[in-house]
């Protein structure tokens, strides 16, 4: 009996001795858990399963029923295996102790104790007093992360975009409390996080993490705040595309990088404030050269945040001195200036009709072929002023040539008559004749022509004319087949009256006899020869003739 209690006072000693190395067998909360006694290395003997001091639990011999304590912490859920491992179900933190399994030998007893650890995983992260947004270098508390029943408790940690927020008990601060439900023993933590945003911030992920010893780390879903700061800087933008005209409207739209931004903005114009709200444009309408200049915009609550942007307003004057419709006489001179006034550089180009000029059109002397419809294209940065006159030149007609032909292989003779002036002159032929034509009107040259057969010889006057006057020139045409005869007196000729003329005129009536007789013979040499038919010697002829006709018209005319 002594050397019994000596033996379990050595025992204990041992047991003190080696509590550091104690055996542990780890069980989850709620679970069934097996202690083992010795390792399952007991084979036979007594054994008696106890906890703490003098809780008993079981006792069982080899080959007999075990007996169970009426222990009221464990009689309804302990059984033993074969090997006398305790099987104890339901582990609350209550199990969370030393059990010894004692084995009464046939000379000695031993004693194994084994620590019990009971653990329960957190529940998942809960985020409450979770607030919208947080304001730059303001101490906000952001959001609560819970978790509940666990042991050993666990850890909640913070992270900003995967990188951990650790307190500093200044711009940032995480308080976590760690409570331990008194009836079932087992710990909820919480932690509070309160945090200083910087503009960085926007867009950024806060998440809560739980961690546990005995399980993977689990993330609440990240948090998203809004970020809120005053505004720094303001900026005014033209919105609408340049290069701005008069008349143009221009848009201006004033910026501020606050968050939320301002709703207000004050806009300068001119020395004219205007305030706009719930807006941040404004519209100059119909601008002009006037509104040229700088402008700005404000903040309404601090007017030294502004920010301006120059406006330039182009334009472009041209003053044509000539403008609609110019008639003129021929020959006469028009003065004609372009004035141009422009906010920059321009280029000038001209137009008669459809065709480029080269240059600015000078009208020292009027012809008829100035006569048309001018543009003057004026442009400059987007800018283009078109001006145009139409010019026109008239003048009292002339008839540049009066003609006979004869008709190819005929006795009809076809009269030409090449008149010039403007308005178109009309035509009054001496004769009736056929296929009375008219060629088109160019540049104050019109020509007209008359078919006529000449039973006897004729003086056929053409007489051209318009409302500025009537000039009339005559031709002599014979029945006989000529060849082509031309009438090349000008109108002066025509008119000549002069007496200093006369002895001249003698002269040439003696030369033009001389020439009748040597036509007359060549015609008859010709006529006898019947080479007429020949078109070279035709053509011979013809200029002889030609000769003859000329001095006989003369003769007429004198
Ligand atoms: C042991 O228990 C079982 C059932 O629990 C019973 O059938 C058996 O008779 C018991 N043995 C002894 C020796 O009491
Ligand atoms: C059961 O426990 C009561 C006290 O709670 C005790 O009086 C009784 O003797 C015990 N019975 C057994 C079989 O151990
Ligand atoms: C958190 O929110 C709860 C209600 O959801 C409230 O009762 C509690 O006072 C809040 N705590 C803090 C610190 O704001
Ligand atoms: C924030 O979280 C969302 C959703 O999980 C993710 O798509 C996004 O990339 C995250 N942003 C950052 C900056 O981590
Ligand atoms: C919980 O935090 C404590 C103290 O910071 C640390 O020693 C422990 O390892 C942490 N536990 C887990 C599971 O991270
Ligand atoms: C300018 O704005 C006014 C009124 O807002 C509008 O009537 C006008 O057509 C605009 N002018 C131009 C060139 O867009
Ligand atoms: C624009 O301004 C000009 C001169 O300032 C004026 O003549 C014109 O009528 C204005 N146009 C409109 C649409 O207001
Ligand atoms: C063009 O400008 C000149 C000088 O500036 C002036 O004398 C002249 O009258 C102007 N001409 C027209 C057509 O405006
Ligand atoms: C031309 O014909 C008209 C009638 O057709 C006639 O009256 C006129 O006398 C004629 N003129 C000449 C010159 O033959
Ligand atoms: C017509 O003129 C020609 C010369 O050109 C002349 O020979 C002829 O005699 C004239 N005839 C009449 C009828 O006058
Ligand atoms: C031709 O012109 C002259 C003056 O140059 C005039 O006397 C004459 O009557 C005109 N003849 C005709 C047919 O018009």
Same mark, same amino acid.
């Given at each position: 009996m002594h050397c019994t209690a000596f033996l379990t006072c050595l025992l204990t000693v041992c047991l003190i001795n080696q509590v550091s190395g104690l055996e542990t067998v780890t069980g989850k909360y709620g679970d069934t858990v097996e202690i083992p006694c010795n390792n399952g290395r007991v084979m036979e003997g007594f054994v008696k399963w106890k906890y703490d001091t003098d809780g008993n639990i079981l006792v069982k011999n080899v080959g007999q029923n075990a007996s169970i304590s009426n222990d009221t912490n464990y009689k309804n859920r302990v059984g033993i295996k074969q090997d006398f491992g305790l099987i104890i179900r339901e582990v609350t933190m209550a199990d969370q102790k030393t059990f010894t399994c004692m084995v009464v030998g046939k000379d000695d007893i031993f004693e194994y104790p084994v620590q019990l650890v009971i653990y329960k995983l957190p529940s998942r992260p809960q985020i409450t007093n979770q607030t919208t947004a947080m304001a730059v270098g303001k101490l906000t508390k952001l959001a609560q992360c819970r978790t509940e029943s666990a042991n050993p408790a666990a850890n909640i940690t913070w992270f900003k975009n995967k990188t951990p927020l650790l307190s500093d008990g200044a711009a940032i601060k995480i308080s976590t409390t760690v409570d331990v439900d008194k009836a079932t023993g087992l710990s909820s933590t919480k932690s509070d996080l309160?945090?200083?945003?910087?503009?960085?911030?926007?867009?950024?992920?806060?998440?809560c993490q739980i961690q546990h010893i005995r399980s993977a780390n689990m993330d609440s879903s990240p948090l998203i705040f809004t970020v809120n700061y005053p505004p720094e800087k303001v900026s005014l933008q033209v919105v609408s595309q340049g290069p701005f005209k008069?008349?143009?409207?221009?848009?201006?739209?004033?910026?501020?990088?606050?968050?939320?931004?301002?709703?207000?903005?004050?806009?300068y114009m001119k020395g004219e404030k205007k305030t706009v709200e719930n807006s941040n444009t404004y519209t100059l309408t119909n601008v002009t050269r006037k509104s040229t200049g700088d402008y700005k915009c404000s903040l309404v609550d601090s007017e030294d945040m502004a920010a301006s942007v120059p406006i330039t307003v182009e334009y472009l004057d041209v003053v044509l001195s000539t403008a609609g419709k110019i008639v003129k006489g021929l020959g006469e001179r028009l003065e004609m200036t372009v004035n141009v006034s422009a906010s920059g550089t321009s280029q000038t180009s001209w137009k008669k009709g459809n065709n480029k000029l080269d240059s600015q059109p000078e009208f020292d002397k009027l012809k008829y072929s100035d006569s048309g419809v001018y543009e003057c294209v004026v442009s400059m940065a987007g800018l283009k002023k078109t001006r145009t006159?139409?010019?026109?030149?008239?003048?009292?007609?002339?008839?540049?040539?009066l003609t006979k032909k004869r008709d190819v292989g005929n006795v009809n003779k076809v009269l030409t008559c090449e008149a010039e002036g403007f308005p178109k002159p009309t035509v009054q032929w001496s004769v009736n004749g056929t296929d009375v034509g008219e060629s088109p009107d160019v540049d104050g040259k019109v020509t007209y022509s008359i078919t006529i057969i000449p039973k006897v010889n004729l003086t056929v006057s053409c007489t051209v004319s318009n409302f500025l006057g009537s000039v009339n020139k005559s031709i002599n045409v014979s029945p006989l087949p000529e060849d082509l005869t031309i009438s090349k007196q000008? =109108? $002066?000729? +025509?008119?000549?009256?002069?007496?200093?003329?006369?002895v001249g005129i003698v002269f040439g009536l003696i030369l033009a006899v001389l020439a009748i007789g040597l036509a007359y013979w060549l015609y008859m040499k010709k006529y006898r020869q019947g080479s007429w038919k020949t078109g070279e010697k035709?053509?011979?002829?013809?200029?002889?003739?030609?000769?003859?006709?000329?001095?006989?018209? =003369? $003769?007429? +005319?004198?």
């Open positions: 309160e945090y200083t945003a910087v503009k960085g911030d926007i867009g950024a992920n806060f998440t008069e008349g143009d409207n221009v848009t201006l739209k004033c910026t501020a990088d606050g968050n939320p931004p301002p709703s207000s903005y004050i806009f006159f139409e010019l026109i030149v008239q003048g009292s007609p002339v008839i540049k040539k000008d =109108q $002066k000729d +025509d008119n000549r009256d002069h007496p200093a003329l006369a035709e053509n011979g002829s013809a200029e002889e003739s030609k000769k003859l006709e000329e001095n006989q018209s =003369q $003769k007429a +005319d004198v």
